[in-house]
């Protein structure tokens, strides 16, 4: 079975210039994240999709980040325009959407972005 | 915000030696997942321990959580080379929460 494919791997841009990241789940997963990993830092959440409805985006920065789930299958983060302060890991992961919690979430390998 | 916190931040030890790492976190709990990441690879889920389970193990891998303390430990038995990673905690404080991770403990095998 595929893994979480993310692409792509490195991206290199400068700053106020736009970036997108795109990412495809493992096939049936109905919940989607975007976390954003600083540098020594654990994975923070940008936003989570149940199927294509976005049910926790609290914590994206809405005045330069979206992000779309078409279909409810893979989607894209864009950043417009980007900052240094972005240069991060961006990781994708999924999940099969338990009731009760406890959903083990699988990662891709993330976009590492380098803002210049 | 982070909720969860390991200690210690690294932690380098010899191959066939133990290695345990310790989480903290702040709020009460309805799961606690470990996680492991391989050098600019992406997270690997290791073990999940509910609020109401205080120990459980898979493999080389022993977990206990202790509510009362809200701390939880990852035990890694006969460690290998490969088992150099960075380790998080995640916690969820009820089931329509999302993960919380802490900033990691990362462990070196010295083969």
């Known amino acids: 079975e595929a893994g979480v494919v993310q692409s792509p791997r490195y991206k290199i841009i400068e700053k106020k210039q736009p970036v997108a990241f795109w990412c495809n789940p493992i096939?049936?997963?109905?919940?989607l994240y975007w976390y954003r990993q600083n540098l020594g830092q654990g994975p923070e959440l940008l936003i989570r999709?149940?199927?294509?409805?976005?049910?926790?985006d609290s914590q994206l920065p809405k005045d330069r980040f979206s992000a779309e789930r078409l279909k409810g299958v893979d989607s894209t983060l864009k950043i417009q325009p980007a900052e240094l302060g972005d240069s991060a890991v961006y990781l994708c992961a999924s999940s099969p959407g338990l009731a009760g919690g406890g959903d083990t979430q699988y990662f891709g390998p993330g976009t590492r972005l380098t803002v210049l | 915000s982070q909720q969860g916190e390991e200690d210690p931040q690294a932690l380098s030890i010899q191959e066939g030696e133990n290695a345990t790492m310790n989480c903290s976190y702040k709020?009460?709990?309805?799961?606690l997942q470990w996680y492991r990441q391989n050098s600019g690879r992406g997270l690997v889920h290791l073990i999940l321990i509910r609020s109401n389970e205080r120990e459980k193990h898979s493999g080389r891998l022993r977990v206990t959580l202790d509510t009362s303390k809200k701390s939880s430990s990852l035990l890694i038995t006969a460690s290998r080379a490969a088992d150099t990673a960075s380790y998080f905690c995640?916690?969820?404080?009820?089931?329509?929460?999302?993960?919380?991770f802490g900033k990691g403990t990362r462990l070196s095998v010295i083969a």
């Open positions: 709020t009460s709990i309805n799961n």
């Open positions: 995640a916690t969820d404080r009820t089931g329509n929460t999302p993960l919380v």
């Open positions: 999709y149940e199927n294509e409805e976005a049910v926790d």
């Open positions: 096939s049936g997963h109905n919940t």
